[in-house]
């Protein structure tokens, strides 16, 4: 076994290298101590699960409650290997995305280079945060790592500090992240106070022993905590404004692997620490989860801005990891050992192939921007004969995430499904009523899910081009290639092997209390079966399927004497001889149908200016037609709890007088009361 010594010696290299090296040198060797890094802690997780040995890292102090404990066991590992599913072709992207940062929107041409010091450093920081939060084996380790991991994605969003949207959403990112973490750190203070001890295996210990009331209130706190983290909603609102503001490599990161970490502490806390609890958690998670998935995929929909319609699809496929997770957690309530491990395992499964359909399609569109310096769909077009390889890798992410067979979206949506109808079954009728309502969002979401990936591929990368950008846009270095071709290669194989993932799930689900991992489903070949053998899939036999398709329709084209010539010749536009790009259809008008069925939901607004001739109204010069899309999260939730608050915020400046020691006392006070709570619980 490799061990956690080797990951975070190199990462911490990484982050001095950055620093001390001079300028081009200290960014190339940072980024590549942070893909060494990340292959060090793949190999690691590997390791660990293969072997069912941990990987123990402790970093004892004098002061016993201040030690820092690392033990990675199982449920951990699959996480630790989820972040490096991501990092390690992210790294190889950065060296040229960061060698040159693409110009403001809209704007063609070359921007100043990037300063790579401090980003260099911050990543490798990044990664080792969010590597130690999955390892930590105590409260203290957890809450620092956690910590670190939302200050070091916060400098990476807010870069140099020049743009003021980087700012403005680096604001709502800190808010959101420690808002989070205080709900975080309550449950893990009321764990171990009742427990007596802050390490993992003595809260695990004495699970039972808090009182309902108790378990109820710390999971309840959990969920918020990393909900937020997670991006569900009504926590979600700093990741429509996080992702597009960070670098594309960096977007990459946060949606594929740090949101899902979200899931990794409800489930470390709700199911490890806590041993699970009644039906009621899981309904809320799904209820919490169904939300997320529609309201991120009819939002992303709307959106012309290539990156916020990606940040909204990440809310929208951690929303259907939830719905898994929270499946899984009525069924651990209901005593349904068998399917709460099916369940859990087909959240899990989704989280992963979420890390490498949406690392693939961050990484697309840095590309996409890289190249046109735009994120704005309706100045793009025709990318396909100019970048096609970008296209090519694109449009399998595009199909993976539309759960499209046989690649990896299809296998862990396929198999949600059967878990929800088998769960149908159960005789407890709310739960049966529950799972029926769960299929629906499902078909509903995944069905929304290929329109938008539809528009999100065909808008920029068919046609014509829509500006001059697009006109001269050039497919991008080959490292950035290579990254994407690397994780597409991944969703083709997640996808053809669902068999081998599931078994592989097995070994990290094996040590959860109330969970059965055994069984046909969880062992390796080529076919898939669902819950009580209701149905079963082979992908690799419907990737036999399709290739003897094509392979016999080119066959039969070639002996009907079809030839492969080439005929250039205009589209047929209704008459017009010579077609340009504003025959087009827009983004907007492409979803128009869907906006105008969920209306209510949108409560668009909208502006219609007609310019007419000075002489005559008959005669139209110009129509404007401006429309937008109220987020009634952010104007109905947030702006009124942020109207409430200002008042009590201003009133904060009476106590402050400028006295160190006023603050001092301010400190002693605080600390006082939090020692006689600590006493009293």
């Known amino acids: 076994m490799i061990g956690l010594l080797p990951m975070i010696t190199t990462y911490l290299a990484g982050s001095a290298a950055a620093i001390a090296l001079p300028g081009d040198r200290g960014r190339r060797v940072a980024q590549a101590l942070a893909g060494a890094g990340a292959l060090l802690g793949l190999a690691t997780a590997l390791s660990v699960i293969g072997s069912g040995k941990a990987a123990v890292f402790d970093l004892p102090s004098s002061v016993p409650a201040l030690g820092l404990a690392f033990r990675l066991d199982a449920l951990g590992a699959f996480f630790l290997a989820l972040i490096g599913l991501v990092a390690v072709p992210a790294a190889i992207y950065a060296d040229a995305y960061t060698k040159e940062e693409a110009p403001p929107s809209g704007t063609p041409g070359k921007a100043a280079p990037r300063s790579g010091r401090l980003a260099g450093a911050t990543l490798n920081l990044f990664l080792l945060a969010m590597s130690l939060v999955v390892s930590a084996a105590n409260v203290l380790a957890f809450l620092f790592a956690w910590e670190a991991m939302s200050l070091a994605s916060y400098l990476l969003v807010v870069g140099d500090g020049e743009k003021a949207e980087s700012v403005s959403a680096g604001r709502w990112y800190a808010g959101m992240a420690h808002a989070g973490f205080g709900l975080i750190a309550a449950a893990f203070f009321l764990l171990a106070a009742r427990a007596g001890g802050d390490g993992f295996e003595t809260i695990r210990s004495l699970s039972s022993s808090p009182g309902p009331a108790l378990r109820n209130v710390v999971f309840l706190l959990a969920l918020l905590g990393f909900g937020s983290k997670a991006g569900i909603v009504p926590l979600h609102v700093w990741l429509p404004r996080a992702h597009p503001a960070a670098p594309s490599h960096v977007s990459a990161l946060m949606s594929g692997a740090m949101l899902p970490i979200g899931v990794y502490g409800l489930l470390r806390v709700?199911?490890?620490?806590?041993?699970?609890?009644?039906?009621?958690?899981?309904?809320?998670?799904?209820?919490?989860?169904?939300?997320?998935?529609?309201?991120?995929?009819?939002?992303?929909?709307?959106?012309?801005?290539?990156?916020?319609?990606?940040?909204?699809?990440?809310?929208?496929?951690?929303?259907?990891?939830?719905?898994?997770?929270?499946?899984?957690?009525?069924?651990?309530?209901?005593?349904?050992?068998?399917?709460?491990?099916?369940?859990?395992?087909?959240?899990?499964?989704?989280?992963?192939?979420?890390?490498?359909?949406?690392?693939?399609?961050?990484?697309?569109?840095?590309?996409?921007?890289?190249?046109?310096?735009?994120?704005?769909?309706?100045?793009?077009?025709?990318?396909?004969?100019?970048?096609?390889?970008t296209a090519a890798c694109f449009l399998v992410g595009a199909a993976a995430i539309a759960a499209l067979p046989p690649l990896n979206g299809f296998a862990s949506e396929w198999l949600l499904l059967q878990v929800f109808m088998a769960g149908a079954s159960l005789p407890e009728g709310l739960t049966a009523a529950l799972m029926a309502l769960a299929v629906g969002t499902l078909a509903l979401a995944g069905g929304l899910a290929a329109a938008c990936f539809v528009k999100a591929f065909g808008i920029p990368f068919l046609a014509l081009p829509r500006s001059r950008a697009a006109e001269e846009a050039r497919e991008v270095a080959g490292s950035m290639r290579f990254a994407m071709i690397a994780l597409a290669a991944a969703c083709a194989l997640l996808g053809l092997a669902p068999s081998v993932?599931?078994?592989?799930?097995?070994?990290?689900?094996?040590?959860?209390?109330?969970?059965?991992?055994?069984g046909a489903l969880f062992r390796p070949g080529s076919v898939l079966?669902?819950?009580?053998?209701?149905?079963?899939?082979?992908?690799?036999?419907?990737?036999?399927?399709?290739?003897?398709?094509?392979?016999?329709?080119?066959?039969?084209?070639?002996?009907?004497?079809?030839?492969?010539?080439?005929?250039?010749?205009?589209?047929?536009?209704?008459?017009?001889?010579?077609?340009?790009?504003?025959m087009e259809i827009t983004s907007m008008a492409f979803a128009e149908p869907l906006r105008r069925v969920f209306a209510g939901l949108y409560r668009p607004t909208k502006d219609l200016t007609i310019g007419f001739h000075p002489e005559s109204k008959y005669f139209v010069r110009s129509i404007t037609y401006r429309s937008r899309i109220r987020s009634w999260f952010e104007e109905d939730l947030y702006r009124s709890f942020y109207d409430l608050l200002r008042p009590l915020a201003a009133s904060g400046r009476l106590i402050q007088s400028g006295s160190v020691h006023l603050y001092l006392a301010y400190i002693v006070a605080a600390l006082l009361i939090f020692l006689l709570l600590g006493r009293w619980l």
């Open 501 to 518: 993932v599931m078994s592989f799930l097995a070994r990290v689900l094996g040590g959860m209390p109330g969970v059965d991992a055994g």
């Open 529 to 582: 079966e669902a819950p009580q053998g209701s149905s079963r899939i082979a992908p690799p036999l419907l990737a036999l399927c399709l290739i003897v398709v094509i392979a016999a329709l080119v066959v039969g084209l070639r002996l009907l004497g079809v030839r492969g010539r080439t005929r250039l010749v205009e589209t047929w536009g209704c008459g017009r001889t010579v077609q340009t790009s504003r």
């Open 270 to 389: 709700g199911l490890d620490l806590l041993g699970g609890g009644p039906p009621w958690w899981g309904g809320v998670v799904l209820a919490l989860g169904a939300v997320s998935a529609l309201k991120g995929v009819l939002y992303a929909l709307t959106e012309q801005d290539l990156k916020r319609l990606l940040a909204y699809s990440s809310i929208e496929n951690l929303g259907i990891v939830f719905m898994g997770i929270g499946i899984g957690f009525v069924f651990h309530g209901h005593g349904r050992a068998d399917l709460a491990a099916v369940a859990l395992a087909a959240g899990l499964y989704h989280a992963l192939n979420h890390a490498a359909f949406k690392g693939l399609l961050f990484l697309g569109s840095g590309a996409v921007l890289k190249a046109t310096g735009t994120r704005n769909l309706e100045e793009m077009g025709g990318l396909i004969k100019r970048m096609p390889q």
